[in-house]
């Protein structure tokens, strides 16, 4: 018999699914992005590997923290006070600020 976790809210379709599912996206563009810089390996070299492995961080990042984020989220519900993930926010923000001055490095050094 299949063990079921109860909804620590009563709304299904409440901002803390949809957040999930928004920062699951964003995982899974980072991972994406990830994989076709090793497209370029052959031509900008190990530049592009430094790309892929803070693709990779980023992505394990927001992957290992999906659950807090939810649990979180959801007891702001029920208590009618949620506040915005500011950290989380600034950290995607910084990898993709970094990943955007690894690109224009290694364009350069090419």
């Known amino acids: ?18 957040t999930v599912l928004s920062w699951g996206r964003t995982m899974m563009l980072f991972a994406l992005v990830g994989a076709v810089f090793l497209r370029w390996m052959p031509h ?15 992505a394990a990042g927001i992957y ?3 659950r807090v984020r939810y649990r979180r989220q959801s007891l702001g519900v029920e208590a009618e006070q949620v506040e ?3 950290l989380a926010v600034f ?3 910084g ?3 970094a990943l955007g001055v690894l690109g224009v490095v290694a364009v350069l050094w090419a």
């Open 44 to 58: 900008y070299g190990l530049w592009t590997m430094l790309l892929t492995l803070v693709c990779a961080a980023v």
């Open 1 to 18: 018999m299949a063990r079921t976790t109860a909804a620590l809210h009563g709304d299904p379709g409440l901002q803390p699914e949809r």
């Open 64 to 66: 290992f923290t999906q």
């Open 84 to 86: 915005a993930d500011v």
């Open 91 to 93: 950290s995607t923000t």
């Open 95 to 97: 990898a993709v600020l």
